[in-house]
């Protein structure tokens, strides 16, 4: 079946620097992919549809300067937190939709947990 | 626009206990029903799903009937396992809107042995 495979599964870094997650599919491919952010309490927020070759789509109140998408490829997408802050420490998920069964279904990465300090 | 309902949590139960989640929907068209399961640091894994009226997903022991009359998909098992203790999201797609899909908040199920 359909896999997604995001990376790292755990990051720390410094208040003030950048860090980039990476999503990638790895038997199909993907023009397109979400990806969220998880709250505390498991509400999944939509941050933004990356599609390849084109700019990302971002949700409302979403900040495109902080959060950077880019899909360089029909297997890859990559978030990028630049000037991470504490209040950005959160777990984000990428996913992939596809085909199964004769429905729409998502793919999702097993996540990337993000803690600034 | 699509929105879906889900019970709040945590809902927990002791092992081999019935098991039920309840979910409505209201959507556009025609939409596709899903649960997705996640457990603890992980991502999010589609447990079943139905595309039409009347359909039953199934999978692992858990099930779910898609029933338009009441726009619910309300998930069930029979006899759930500590190894069941996880986040249930109950999501749609809609065929009459965007791709995106629309997710419920999520239920955590605790199941004690």
């Known amino acids: 079946g359909a896999v997604v495979s995001q990376h790292p599964s755990w990051v720390i870094c410094k208040s003030g620097t950048s860090v980039k997650i990476e999503c990638r599919s790895l038997d199909f491919q993907a023009t397109t992919m979400f990806w969220y952010r998880q709250f505390p309490k498991q509400s999944l927020m939509l941050m933004a549809t990356s599609n390849e070759g084109s700019k990302a789509t971002y949700e409302q109140g979403v900040e495109k300067d902080k959060f950077l998408i880019n899909h360089a490829s029909l297997t890859l997408s990559t978030l990028t937190v630049t000037s991470a802050h504490p209040e950005d420490s959160s777990f984000y998920i990428c996913?992939?939709?596809?085909?199964?069964?004769?429905?729409?279904?998502?793919?999702f990465g097993a996540g990337s947990r993000l803690t600034v300090l | 626009g699509n929105s879906v309902t889900q019970m709040e949590g945590p809902v927990t139960l002791s092992e081999e206990a019935f098991l039920t989640i309840n979910c409505t929907y209201t959507?556009?068209?025609?939409?596709?029903l899903f649960w997705y399961v996640q457990y603890p640091g992980e991502g999010l894994q589609l447990l079943l799903k139905a595309t039409k009226a009347d359909d039953k997903g199934s999978n692992k022991g858990f099930e779910a009937t898609y029933r338009k009359e009441t726009t619910s998909f309300h998930l069930e098992k029979g006899s759930v396992q500590v190894s069941d203790s996880a986040v249930y999201f109950c999501?749609?797609?809609?065929?009459?809107?965007?791709?995106?899909?629309?997710f419920g908040r999520g239920t955590s199920l605790i199941v004690h042995p």
């Open positions: 996913s992939a939709p596809g085909r199964s069964g004769g429905a729409n279904v998502l793919t």
């Open positions: 959507a556009t068209g025609y939409p596709s």
């Open positions: 999501a749609l797609y809609s065929s009459g809107g965007s791709y995106i899909p629309t």
